[in-house]
């Protein structure tokens, strides 16, 4: 979902003075691994020292989100010789001013180890309300476990155990049209009510329900369900039969999702007590960052966190920021419905040798339920990789519907209309005008290979005309999202030295294009004086080291000049040439003649050729591990 | 990775148990505290008002609404069974008649003369729950249901499909490692919770189906076939209402992986008893995870629980298993466990352990985080 608003805000309750802090802990809660991080004030200047993980220990037998920190924060004690745990397993805090490495000034966490979002959703009609109320969950990213509605055929017995069994994460409850009949929304409220719903994560917190029905039936709604729930109410997500206006609900599961049940795990309240700021939902501090670069840089963002359980999408467009959860993809605990979404078709598409679904599918699950695996062999990892990109995909579609343009307007719809429905608003995000392209999360950011996080991000976003790539370099830009908002300065510091890894540039001519034919010409002046002029011609990718500066560490700089082909663009409009500066990085510059819109062939042996060919030429995989496959 | 983790999957040979058995709607309890209960035995029931139909008797019968009452055989609050003539008219010199038969067995619930139509009542729906465990109450929830408790063996598999059901344990393969194929399934597992070894083929699960057993336990089994007898695919995994006919609680994982020693040696021992099983999986945070338990008949005040092995982390010698390709299922002992990051084949950083597996001489690599130990 997307949203607009000011990030999180968090309140510190640091009472050291910002000058007098020199040693800062930090963590991060993910579904699947918590990271902790060790950051030190030395020569004046704040650095990353080390960094541990340890699996996040929500299951059985711990239960208890703490665990798992502790795990990861002994991994920091152990690789940097300080002690930050005492005998009790508490983190030790102050820090020891007599110079023996003991302690920490700070600590700070950030969570998203809830997971994904799983809801019910309910309403008067199955094929009117209640559906407009499916939208509205699905759009916001929330796997819909089941769809309740007073004409489903079933007994209300039925539906209380369905609710039971099903432990949803939040309740979305419709109905009626504003000044239509309350009697049959009310019934569902009574309905939910006698289901007395738990929460999966424990009884800390009410379960959410949304209620987005009947104007006119809100304080009978209210009434039955008070005390029983956190209800939260909000504009009648089908005001009139030919109206649909989901974005109010939509936002309200987005905000609860974020707020109450991503950062919940078991154990979470023992952990607030530890920490020295409110614990911040990962995307909201990852939120933080990029809305940060934007605004520093004055350019145009995407980010992309990828999780186990969940993948969120930030962007700054026209100076707007947008952020969306997809709550049910990721690469572990998600893992699985990644490859039931995107379909099987479309994760092998970017492998290049066969392998056996049966195989396939057993791999898959097994990585759904022993979540912390990593790849061995080179073939996995290529199959990991892969179910990322089609991960990234999704996750952007979602996101690219959310960053609306029309935001808050309502769709007009005719009677004719009223039982088929499409979400509405013109996307913000636009990959032409796109300037930097940032990928954090452990597939990005732990890929053997930095060229392999560039090809995924490519692959998945498909960016246009000239777009910069980075990455997170170690999985840390949670962490420094809530440091910024305790400390700004150890957070930038360590963001623009340790953090931000420049890939590169990508150079994509966007427009229709044809089996060989001409995509651009270019000539390409390298700093060191080397000079690269040719053409590339339609499915063909091309790679040019580019790297950094060794005084100043900051990437080198490239003159191009960039002729697209016929009414090819590249930016400045079609078939208009360019000459600028293109940035360099640990993989330099990428040109990218696939073409967008961007097919792969359907010919399967020449799909397989094309993949080896741009795997080889961007030194993507080992060249003999793909031909041993 | 420093610390390799899987899911705590519990395998005890005594444990108290307890379940909380609620009825969805407020009703009556049947049993009291300190009462012992079969699986079978209803704890709690209440009773659904019937289904409602609605009859145009009037426009049946050819008469005036205002007649109704004239012609009808039944009066409101009269129970009637389904073909039962409620209403006749005769017309022509009684030479014709019209009949309306009773569409269900229930009650009249209300004759209208403005409309006449008719509402029929069907028979009340009895609600109930049943005791799931053999054991014993010993709480009661007014209206609501009760809390039973038992001491029984218990294994959590690691995912299932379908709900609670129980049966008489039986092994039907000679061991662990042993397919479960249609062969070894006949006539004398209907009603049975059957254990298979390391993989439980698409047709045994048919042939379970077709003799009627109530439940499979077994080490693995294939997605693709779980994809073709659910007719979908299981995005996240959240189970337990299926209907596939029988009960599938998988100890292992997905493909074929043997089942674990102290899990089939536990089921083993038990063979004959009688089992409750629950196929019903949530993978996610606040986990649920399939459970197949075995009641021991004891008092549950006395007796004490199997003592648990403590974690004691991985060590030159444990016993572990490989998760992940490309040695999944393997089974071997630690040799060695070098502490610095070692570069695998997928060009990764990782920690690593060197293991010897059963059925080879030759020392392997693998990254900590593809291992689970398991005992010996």
């Known amino acids: 979902m997307a949203d607009t608003s000011a990030d999180s805000k968090v309140e510190s309750n640091v009472e050291i003075k910002p000058e007098d802090i020199e040693v800062i802990l930090a963590t991060d809660c993910g579904s699947t691994t918590t990271k902790a991080i060790l950051i030190e004030k030395t020569n004046g200047q704040y650095r990353l020292m080390v960094r541990g993980e340890a699996p996040t220990t929500v299951e059985a037998p711990f239960e208890d989100v703490t665990m798992g920190v502790l795990n990861a924060v002994q991994e920091v004690e152990e690789l940097s ?65 089941d769809v309740i509605a007073s004409n489903d055929k079933r007994q209300p017995y039925q539906q209380i155990e369905r609710i039971r069994h099903l432990r949803p ?118 939120g933080l960052i990029i809305k940060t670069i934007s605004e520093i840089e004055d350019i145009e963002v995407v980010g992309v966190d990828i999780g186990g359980a969940t993948t969120d999408v930030f962007s700054v467009f026209q100076g707007v920021f947008n952020r969306t959860v997809s709550a049910n993809l990721g690469m572990s605990y998600s893992v699985s419905n990644v490859f039931a979404e995107a379909g099987l078709d479309n994760v092998m598409r970017w492998v290049p040798f066969h392998m056996d679904e049966r195989d396939l599918r057993n791999r898959v699950k097994n990585k759904m339920i022993r979540p912390t695996t990593i790849p061995q062999s080179m073939q996995e990892l290529v199959f990991e990789q892969a179910i990322a990109k089609e991960a990234l995909r999704l996750a952007f579609e979602q996101h690219k519907s959310f960053a609306t343009v029309l935001k808050g307007v309502q769709q007009q719809r005719t009677i004719a209309d009223a039982f088929e429905q499409k979400s509405s608003g013109e996307t913000l995000v636009n990959l032409m005008t796109l300037n930097m392209l940032i990928g954090s999360g452990g597939v990005l950011s732990h890929a053997p ?47 623009n ?13 966007a427009g229709d294009a044809k089996e060989g034919k001409e995509m651009l010409s270019y000539s390409i002046e390298f700093p060191d004086g080397r000079k690269e002029e040719g053409k590339l011609m339609y499915g063909e990718m091309k790679s040019f080291e580019l790297g950094f ?81 | 990775m420093a610390h390799t983790y899987t899911p705590g999957l519990k395998v005890s040979s005594k444990e108290l148990i307890s379940k909380r058995r609620i009825l969805p709607l407020k009703g009556d309890v049947l049993v009291k505290q300190g009462d012992k209960v079969k699986p079978d035995d209803v704890v709690a029931r209440t009773l ?45 010199f009684g030479l014709f008649k019209s009949e309306v038969k009773a569409k269900l067995t229930g009650t009249v619930e209300t004759i209208s003369s403005v409309t006449g139509q008719v509402l029929l009542r069907g028979e009340p729906l009895p609600v109930e729950v049943k005791a799931y465990l053999d054991g014993e109450v010993v709480e009661v929830i007014e209206a609501e249901g009760v809390v039973v408790r038992s001491w029984g063996a218990f294994v959590q598999g690691i995912f299932g499909i379908g709900g609670e059901t129980h049966g008489e344990l039986k092994i039907v393969v000679a061991d662990r490692d042993t397919r479960l194929t249609p062969e070894l399934i006949d006539e004398a597992s209907k009603d049975k919770v059957i254990v298979g070894g390391s993989f439980v083929t698409a047709d045994a699960v048919k042939k379970a189906i077709s003799v009627g057993a109530a439940g499979i336990v077994c080490g693995g089994f294939s997605d693709k076939d779980l994809r073709d007898f659910l007719g979908y695919d299981i995005g996240v995994a959240i189970t337990g209402s299926e209907d596939l006919g029988v009960t599938l609680v998988v100890t292992e994982g997905f493909g074929e992986i043997m089942m674990a020693k102290k899990t089939f040696d536990l089921l083993r021992s038990n063979e004959g008893k009688m089992a409750c099983i629950n196929g019903a999986t949530q993978i996610r945070a606040g986990v649920i995870r399939p459970e197949v338990i075995i009641p021991i008949p004891d008092d549950i005040r006395s007796g004490t629980a199997a003592k648990q092995s403590t974690d004691i982390g991985l060590e030159i010698g444990s016993y572990i298993r490989v998760i992940r390709a490309p040695y999944f299922g393997k089974i071997g002992k630690v040799t060695e466990l070098p502490s610095p990051l070692q570069k695998l084949d997928s060009e990764s950083m990782a920690r690593v352990l060197k293991v010897k597996f059963e059925d080879g001489e030759e020392e392997v690599v693998i990254p900590r985080a593809n291992v689970e130990m398991i005992e010996g």
Request: hydrophobic share 40%; with cysteine; proline share 6%.
């Open chain 1, 81 to 145: 010789g300080r002690k930050l745990l005492d005998e009790n397993h508490r983190i030790i805090s102050p820090r020891s001013k007599s110079g023996d490495k003991v302690g920490t000034d700070v600590y700070i966490s950030t969570s998203s180890a809830g997971g994904g979002l799983q809801m019910m959703v309910a309403g008067v009609v199955r094929s009117m309300t209640a559906e407009s109320a499916e939208r509205a969950a699905l759009g916001a990213g929330a796997i819909v476990m």
């Open chain 1, 449 to 495: 290979r930095r060229q392999q996080s560039a090809l995924m991000m490519i692959d998945a976003f498909l960016p246009e005309g000239i777009t910069r790539l980075a990455v997170d370099s170690i999985f840390m830009m949670p962490q420094l999202g809530v440091l910024s908002t305790v400390h700004q300065q150890a957070a930038t510091e360590v963001f």
């Open chain 2, 48 to 92: 659904l008002p019937g289904p409602v139909e609605t009859m145009n008797v009037a426009n049946v019968l050819g008469i005036l609404p205002d007649e109704i009452n004239t012609y009808m055989l039944k009066k409101e609050g009269e129970e009637i069974t389904q073909g039962e003539v409620i209403g006749r008219s005769k017309s022509f």
């Open chain 1, 497 to 509: 030295k340790d953090c931000l890894i420049h890939l590169g540039t990508c150079v994509a001519p």
């Open chain 1, 169 to 286: 994460d939040m309740i979305l409850l419709s109905g009626g049209i504003d000044g239509g009949t309350t009697t049959h929304v009310v019934e569902i409220a009574e309905l939910i009510s006698a289901a007395d719903p738990r929460p999966r994560l424990g009884s800390s917190y009410q379960l959410p329900v949304i209620y987005a029905g009947n104007k006119d039936a809100r304080e009978a709604v209210g009434e039955t369900l008070a005390h029983k729930v956190d209800l939260k109410t909000v504009e009648n997500l089908r005001p009139v039969l030919e109206r649909e206006n989901l974005l109010p609900a939509r936002e309200a599961i987005h905000d609860l999702f974020l707020e109450h049940v991503m950062a919940q795990a078991p154990g979470y309240k023992k952990l607030m007590t530890w920490t020295d700021a409110p614990i911040m939902p990962t995307p909201g501090a990852v």
């Open chain 1, 549 to 629: 500066d060794e005084s100043t560490n900051l990437p080198l700089k490239a003159r191009a000049k960039l002729d697209p082909a016929g009414k090819l663009d590249l930016g400045e409009g079609s078939g208009k040439s360019i000459e600028r500066n293109l940035s360099g990085g640990v993989v330099g510059i990428i040109l990218d003649g696939r073409g967008r819109p961007f097919h792969l062939p359907t010919d399967d042996a020449k799909r397989v050729s094309k993949l080896i060919e741009w795997m080889t030429e961007l030194d993507i995989y080992p060249k003999e591990a793909l031909e041993r496959e």
